[in-house]
Nanobody, 126 residues
Framework: QVQLVESGGGSVQAGGSLTLSCAAS????????MGWFRQAPGKGREGVAT???????TYLDSVKGRFAISKDNAKNILYLQMNSLQSEDTDMYYC????????????????????WGQGTQVTVSS
């Protein structure tokens, strides 16, 4: 059974940093692409960052240069390092994954994902 468990959310002042973690079961971690999404109440889920099996990444334009997605292969953990946080970054953040034979595939579209975590709240105050 695939499990994705996020942690690391919290409250921070604008300009601050947070690191989100997503603990993933071994199968999906080693055999799929993964991503981070965010969603505000009443809005659709927005892709923030995605990581292919090759290590290639894609970011939402508004977070480029501020956010970084990475993996710790020894711990099966996906990270999202968030710097220079802004009030517009306030959202519930979700980790997502899907198995794939395509090593280079990655996506910021929620419809391309199969498994989701429960979410962790990030609140940025100005």
């Amino acid at each position: 059974q695939v499990q994705l468990v996020e942690s690391g959310g919290g409250s921070v002042q604008a300009g601050g940093s947070l690191t989100l973690s997503c603990a993933a079961s071994g199968y999906i971690y080693s055999n799929g692409y993964m991503g981070w999404f965010r969603q505000a109440p009443g809005k659709g889920r927005e892709g923030v960052a995605t990581l292919a099996r090759t290590g290639s990444t894609t970011y939402l334009d508004s977070v480029k240069g501020r956010f970084a997605i990475s993996k710790d292969n020894a711990k099966n953990i996906l990270y999202l390092q968030m710097n220079s946080l802004q009030s517009e970054d306030t959202d519930m953040y979700y980790c997502a994954a899907k198995p794939s034979y395509n090593w280079s595939f990655r996506s910021l579209s929620q419809t391309d994902y199969m498994y989701w975590g429960q979410g962790t709240q990030v609140t940025v105050s100005s």
